[in-house]
């Protein structure tokens, strides 16, 4: 008989992992080992080609914190401004839920326990590039959160991603992917967010063909 999936789990796993910034415990270390735990988990992602080109560099030492800290934070007003501009020129509102909350990671950004940044040997760019790490990202986002733990994905640091790979020691062949904090999460559960039905922005053999259109 084959593996039977506890489903109502799983998909409440994938879709109640949120970007955890206001619920990040800012005061509970988080074991090394249990990060390790949570990639040994992220490194069954695929890659193209299996090339399996990444490395994870964890930071939880204050200083280095601090420093990428206030690279975040430098990157992180103009980046607000600018997405407050989009919005206007797209005819949406503010989402005030998300920059509240984003707020609150810059302000407090030094303070996360631990810090992943998912890095690539080699420079690149495109699709096979970025998605030859970005997938396992997300599967140790989905591993934390299902031992307890919070993160949020975050690309504004790489707006000083020259400084951050110096402090860090990071060879200039070497690329960034994200910056990952890590922390336990406060509170019991999460929801699902609001999203656009899949039905309505998939189409079947045509564009704009949806299901039963
Ligand atoms: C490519 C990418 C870059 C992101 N960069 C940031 C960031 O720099 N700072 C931040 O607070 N959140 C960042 N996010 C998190 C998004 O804001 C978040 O996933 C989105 O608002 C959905 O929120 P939810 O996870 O609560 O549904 C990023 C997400 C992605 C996928």
């Known amino acids: 008989m084959s593996f039977e999936f506890d489903l109502q789990q799983v998909d409440h796993l994938l879709t109640t992992t949120r970007a955890v910034r206001k619920r990040l415990d800012l005061t509970r270390p988080v074991p ?22 990444w490395r994870w560099v964890v930071v939880d030492e204050p200083e280095k914190k601090a420093a990428l800290a206030d690279m975040y934070r430098e990157g992180w007003g103009p980046y607000l401004e600018s997405q407050k501009a989009v919005r206007v020129k797209q005819g949406l509102e503010a989402d005030t839920r998300v920059s509240d909350s984003a707020d609150y990671l810059a302000d407090h950004f030094h303070e996360v326990p631990a810090m992943l940044i998912p890095c690539l040997l080699d ?9 030859s790490v970005l997938p396992a990202a997300w599967s140790f986002m989905l591993a934390a959160r299902s031992r307890g733990l919070g993160t949020a994905l975050t690309t504004i640091h790489l707006m ?11 060879p200039d ?19 699902p967010a609001k999203r656009r039905p899949a039905a309505e922005i998939t189409y079947f053999n045509e564009w704009k063909q949806t299901l039963g259109s």
């Open 173 to 191: 062949t070497v690329s960034q992917a994200a910056l990952i904090p890590v922390g336990y999460y406060t509170g019991d559960d999460f929801k």
């Open 123 to 131: 420079r690149g760019d495109g699709p096979g590039y970025w998605g």
């Open 160 to 170: 000083r991603e020259r400084e951050a790979s110096e402090l860090l020691g990071i």
């Open 32 to 53: 090394r080992e249990l990060i390790l735990e949570c990639l040994e988990v992220a490194v069954q992602a695929p890659t193209g080609g299996n090339t399996q080109r």
